[in-house]
């Protein structure tokens, strides 16, 4: 193993030495950093990149150590290098020095600390003075990117703030010659997705690894020269020894004076367009063996500098098989799980697999799937994103064999983000719609340029669909639910059932399903539900909630009302009389199309989805009642009308007669497969012949 230490306690040489280790990997090379070494506070982006390279084992004598930034080496670096003193294994030290004096002076310094002097590789580059390298520059060819037909583009640095640049590369990025993409710093990156949202696809440096932005840029067209930015230096190199096309848009075309692998390009974006595709697309394969065969390229070649720290690349091992592999996001609510379980289940010529939080596992495994566990958010965590570095690490290894990532969730974590991009997978995002008009998803949708696909479930109501982005990419389908057909004998059955369980007969079902007390808390809503039952003798009220949710010791002291755990909540609806219920999308979407009499109590906390234009779609249409949260005088009203006065009759005969979108669970399930059995193809028992399933 190679050991990797930076003698600099600073942020940027510590980042530097993630992305270096990071480059070596991608060479196969086993390269590990001390988690000991690693200081508090650093930027999450940074943590992310170290996450996979961290090792807290002692060295062994067989280890090699190569110490970074020696040059820059301070006080506290050394002092941090002291738990190394006395290792058996080689050591040596790299920096940019500019002078023997200071080469003997980092040597000596470093010899004190660990106890043997370490051999100094001197990183300075006569022809770039001004280049104060901590850790060496390679190349290194990526894993290609999978699915892409047109070529990329990346442009780097341009002038995001002036407008006439900003509305040129939206043009740019409209051109059907190639995909667009912007690589800037997070300053202007921010500025832009806060006045223009996701326009194109743009990156800030410290998103992604220069190996994995390396693997979605054919041509790279520089606005800027890249002086002090190890990232985009890096970046740079593997696009060289890759053979990708590089493009000098700076002022005076300095960077192609001082080395020939770079085109002369236009410097105003709107000649860009032209230049690219008569000049570049038709030269672009010659371009690259030009790139490949220049200067530039053998100064990034990696061998010379592994063998001087006597490090080899590992023979790559057998890779794994690929997967398709499912992420539902949840708390204690299930409904993200349940939608990737129904469309899975509809999946034939692929297995998938999961990987879930903690309170879908269950759910998941009853619908006959393999499934990885995850780590959900805790209040012991030290930072609110550690829970998702750990499942990072899970998901990263869960598809290192490639395939596809299939999310469904609001929010796409960092977590789902990077595994994409570094393990090459055709990322598909289940994305639920009617977000609320005041909630801020620029995160999440600048985030969907990961996504090859997006799968859009629709809403029951026309007027409840709306669209958050644009493309090819996206694609509609119906409401995922599964219709129960209706069957008296089994809906008699199951009544029964309940009666002997709870030794509670009854004539009326009255079920809750406001929720697990953690998005809202609806427990004064079920407690006055519970005194509302109370009066009627021949009803019987189930209190609904997910196997994880909520409970309160109020609600078992009735002697009308029965607390019930479950994650098969759309069996027992189905068979109610009456359903009080929150407007999420699962739960509206059981009571609409099982045609259940239902009051809809809307969820209204911040980040969830507007469930309260759901609920007025079904009041106004005359299917269901409406009651906002704060009203129990006026639920008391509504639930005597629908079980005394006819009202749920009504509903049901309404229900019956509405033309509701034919559901989408198959439908989403062959556009999952179209890429997965594509280019990609996967090989694996269909789903369908596995007897677990879902009644």
Known sequence: MLRCETASAAARDIEELAVFVSQLAGLGVEARIDARGIPPGLARNVQFDLAPYLTDTKPLPSDRLLVTAAQRASDAGLAGLRRLAGHAGEARACGAFRDRQGRIQSGARLGYVLGAEPAILNLADAADPGWDAGCPVIGVAPRPAVGRRRPRLLVVAPDLSDAGEARDLADLALSPSFETAVLTDGRSKDEWRASRGAAFRIYHYGEALPLDLAAVADICVLRAPPNGNYRLRSLIANLAVTGGVLIDATEGHLLAA????????????????????ETILPRRAALGEATRDSRLARQADPGPFLRAIGAAPRPRPEGAKPVVAFMPTNGVGLGHAQRCGLIASEMTATRPVFAAFPSCLRLVKSYGFDVAPLIGRSAHHAQPHENDLANYLRLRALTAGG????????????????????????????????????????????????FDRVIVPCEAFPELNASYSHGEHIREVGPIVRPRAPDPAARAALREQLA????????????????????????????ALCGMMERREDTLHLIVVWPTGATRPAWFSWRNSRVVRTDRAGVIVAAADLCVGAAGYNTFHETLYNRVPTIFV???????????????????????????????????????RVLDEGLGETFRARLAALDLPAPGAAEAARLIEEFTDGSCALDGDSVADRPAGRG
Do not use: C
Not at 263 to 277: D, E, I, K, Y
Not at 422 to 431: A, D, H, S, T, V
Not at 500 to 524: H, I, K, Q, T, Y
Not at 619 to 636: F, I, Q, S, T
């Open 258 to 277: 001082r080395e020939p692998a770079f085109v002369r390009g236009p410097l105003r974006t709107p000649a860009l367009h032209a230049f690219l595709v």
């Open 500 to 527: 002997a369980r709870f030794g509670r007969p009854f004539e009326r079902l009255v079920v809750s399903l406001l929720g697990g007390g953690v998005a809202a808390d609806r427990g004064a809503q079920i407690q």
């Open 403 to 450: 395939g596809a990532l299939v999310f469904d969730g609001g929010y796409v974590f960092d977590s789902v983000y990077r595994t994409i991009l570094e393990n090459r997978l055709r990322g598909l995002w289940i994305r639920r719609g009617l977000w609320q008009s005041g909630q801020d998803n620029s995160i999440a949708l600048d985030r969907e340029k990961v």
């Open 602 to 640: 809307p969820q209204t906390a911040a980040f969830m989805d507007d469930q309260r234009a759901r609920a007025r779609a079904a009041r106004d249409r005359g299917v269901a009642a409406m009651v906002e949260p704060h009203a129990l005088m006026a639920l008391d009203r509504e639930i005597g």
